[in-house]
């Protein structure tokens, strides 16, 4: 939203949330979100033509256009639970709306939501009766932490999909309209309200499989000597296979890949398909096979005990330049070597003391002697038996890995989650080290 307030000088832009400490906060200068490039649109035009309330109902009644970008975790309750889409948020959104009344409106779809979602959101907003007309439109969106920022500014495409009635159309044209602003009408693909839906979630599931894949091979790597990275861009080359998105590494994490596999799967289940539920079911069971994997090759390194070794962790965050850690490989890496009484000192640049808590799920008693917080790599690597590097942060490139063995308990172990070091340096060093796909 702060990209179209930027890009879209003539259009009021309100943000709203029921949370007013978040609010407070989008209001602060202390963005709730770690993204770089953020700040500066944020501030440059906040307050201008870009607001952030909790003034839900005026808002609503206000707005031509309304964004639904609310979350939709996967259940974990009831029918689907463990797979399904949680849609209660999206559904209160639809309903806050049609209460609200104040116009003709067209709703959009911004949430990751399961296909024939509109279905649902249309039947609530018409059931309003209220005598305005509604047009909901389904614009996923597609950019990554991190470079979200440039993924908004210069797209690889913008997804809208509308009814195909004449109504439809001309809502799915205002909507294009706000983008044409700064994305060329080339990159603007416009489709039925459920092809658009459904893009979303392929187009996640075909990003996660491509990791697991990769992650697949890298496993058969380790057993025949070839080198994962170099099989990657043997095969990368191949324009049809491209080169992105085969990055080996302990698997993959965030906030969409898992959930969206999962909601895929079940969205097979239900219209019958468990063939194609459990082609995509693979996808994740790899991702798990990948992360316990990394654990038991760190344990035979180890003498097959971790139990009261300390173990540096460098990186928390799912991947580099963002503080979130929503299923991060590196929660359940941490868990089991917990449950090994491996002593753990963790270092992220971002990611706070309590997030890696909450993730963990343990308290600050249970952490006391067992968790340490470390405010740099280097502390966290001071005396420890083995380093876990879990997030490819560009500073890990730069520490001084002699002055880190220095002070480790030898043997001097280390294991690199994202082939992001030079092996053979820290070989030379004096490390066992060892990555990932390449040993
Ligand atoms: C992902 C998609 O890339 C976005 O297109 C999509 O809009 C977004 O989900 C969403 O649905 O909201 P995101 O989860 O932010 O974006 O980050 P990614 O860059 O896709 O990384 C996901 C995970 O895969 C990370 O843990 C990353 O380290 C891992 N990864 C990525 C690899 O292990 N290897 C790679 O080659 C690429």
Redesign the pocket.
């Known amino acids: 939203m702060a990209m179209i307030a930027n890009k879209c000088k003539g259009t009021i832009v309100s943000v709203v949330d029921l949370n007013a400490d978040r609010i407070a906060a989008w209001n602060s200068g202390n963005l709730p979100v770690y993204e770089p490039g953020l700040d500066e649109i944020v501030s440059q035009n906040r307050g201008k033509n870009l607001f952030f309330s909790t003034d839900v109902d005026e808002k609503i009644r206000e707005a031509d256009i309304i964004f639904i970008s609310v979350n939709t975790p996967t259940k974990d309750y009831g029918a689907g639970s463990g797979q399904a889409a949680d849609l209660r948020f999206v559904e209160s959104c639809a309903r806050g709306i049609a209460k609200a009344g104040g116009g003709d409106k067209i709703v959009v779809e911004k949430s990751?939501v399961p296909v024939r979602t509109a279905q649902m959101v249309k039947e609530i907003l018409d059931s309003a009766n209220n005598g305005y007309s509604y047009q909901v439109i389904s614009n996923?969106?597609?950019?990554?932490?991190?470079?979200a920022m440039a993924?908004l500014e210069n797209p690889d495409r913008v997804l809208i999909g509308g009814d195909t009635s004449e109504e439809g159309q001309v809502a799915v044209e205002k909507v294009v309209s706000i983008y044409a602003n700064w994305v060329e009408k080339e990159r603007i693909i416009t489709t039925n309200l459920w092809s658009s839906e459904l893009s979303?979630l392929t187009?996640?599931a075909f990003?996660?499989q491509?990791?697991s894949s990769?992650?697949a091979i890298s496993a058969l790597c380790e057993a025949s000597e070839a080198d994962v990275d170099e099989v990657a861009k043997a095969i990368g080359t191949d324009s049809r296979i491209g080169p992105?998105?085969?990055?080996?590494?302990?698997?993959?994490?965030?906030?969409?890949?898992q959930k969206?596999v999962l909601n895929l799967c079940y969205l097979c289940r239900h219209f019958g398909l468990p063939e194609v539920a459990g082609y995509w079911e693979q996808v994740i069971q790899m991702n798990e096979y990948q992360k316990e994997r990394f654990v038991t090759r760190l344990l035979d390194s180890m003498f097959n005990t971790v139990s009261g070794k300390r173990l540096a962790i460098l990186g928390f965050a799912?991947?580099k330049d963002?503080n979130?850690a929503r299923e991060?490989?590196a929660i359940s890496i941490c868990r089991r070597l917990l449950e090994e009484k491996a002593n753990l000192a963790i270092y992220d640049p971002r990611v706070s003391k309590s997030s890696i808590l909450s993730t963990l799920g343990w308290s600050e008693e249970q952490a006391e002697g067992r968790i340490h917080f470390c405010s740099t790599a280097e502390e966290a690597c001071d005396r420890a038996n083995a380093i876990a590097l879990l997030?490819?942060w560009d500073e890990f490139k730069e520490l001084n890995y002699a002055s880190i063995y220095a002070n480790m308990q030898q043997p001097a172990i280390l294991f690199d989650g994202?082939n992001l070091l030079n092996l053979k340096s820290l070989r030379e060093i004096g490390f066992r080290a060892h990555g990932i796909g390449r040993d």
Do not use: H, M, Q, Y
């Open positions: 990751t996923p969106e597609f950019l990554a932490e991190g470079t993924d979303k187009a996640n990003l996660a491509r990791i990769i992650n992105k998105f085969l990055k080996s590494s302990i698997g993959f994490g965030g906030s969409c890949f969206d799912f991947k963002t979130d991060s490989p997030t490819e994202r």
